[in-house]
């Protein structure tokens, strides 16, 4: 499967967010209205909390979480691999686990990026895949890939499109290539280090410069399609 045919096919993932509070999550229809979420609010008792979130995906209980930290998690800190992250965001990000959750913000996709690395500097074991839509993405993010180069169990591969004529990343290996949807798709996975409970993916396809349509999961089976098209196209 093509990046853009697994970004097509986790769009069109059903996930619900109910959001059971004294009052309504106001800001959270408005956050998720570009994505494939409904959400819902049912009044729940005053008790002394803002309530908390379930969530589901084709009908099925996925998870929940206090909604006070639904709301510190939208607003993730964007951080360097191994740098101490946010809990919040953490416990977030694990309630959409074997869902697709679509994405257009750049802030959050970019926020998204450095969890999934953050998961595979973790690990400390597997592989990570990585593409960049032009040479000076890459060149900009050097020193992060240098860190993971160290890694001596962690594999690290580098996609990006058109000529890349910088000095070769210690530990790291590049792949250079002219293919459309490398320059089209921006992508990070990580294939688990052997389990499947560690694998995800963010996949997001630029249809207009700085715009994006975007998804994350954490579905193996899905990780595993991509990453058999990585290894397999280039």
Not at 22 to 42: E, G, I, S, Y
Not at 47 to 62: A, H, I, L, S, Y
Not at 65 to 84: Q, W
Not at 174 to 197: L, M, Q
Request: negative net charge.
């Amino acid at each position: 499967m093509s990046l853009r045919g697994a970004i097509a096919e986790a769009r069109a993932d059903a996930v619900e967010v109910g959001v059971y509070a004294p009052k309504p999550f106001d800001d959270l229809a408005d956050l998720f209205a570009a994505r494939n979420v409904t959400v819902t609010h049912r009044r729940y008792p005053n008790d002394g909390t803002d309530g908390f979130v379930v969530v589901r995906r084709d009908g099925e209980f996925r998870g929940a979480l206090p909604v006070a930290h639904v709301r510190d998690g939208l607003s993730p800190s964007p951080r360097r691999p191994g740098e101490r992250r946010d809990d919040a965001f953490r416990r977030f990000m694990d309630l959409f686990e074997g869902a697709a959750f679509a994405a257009s913000d750049r802030r959050q996709l970019l926020a998204t990026t450095r969890e999934i690395e953050d998961r595979a500097w973790r690990v400390g074991r597997g592989t990570l895949y990585v593409g960049f839509q032009r040479p000076e993405a890459l060149a900009a993010q050097r020193s992060v890939y240098e860190r993971f180069g160290e890694r001596d169990d962690l594999a690290v591969h580098l996609y990006v499109a058109a000529e890349w004529d910088r000095p070769a990343i210690p530990g790291v290996r590049t792949h250079v290539t002219d293919d459309d949807e490398i320059s089209a798709v921006w992508f990070v996975v990580f294939e688990g280090g052997g389990s499947d409970e560690n694998k995800c993916a963010l996949l997001a396809e630029e249809h207009d410069p700085g715009e994006y349509r975007g998804v994350w999961t954490y579905d193996p089976a899905r990780v595993d399609d991509v990453t058999a098209h990585l290894r397999a196209a280039y």
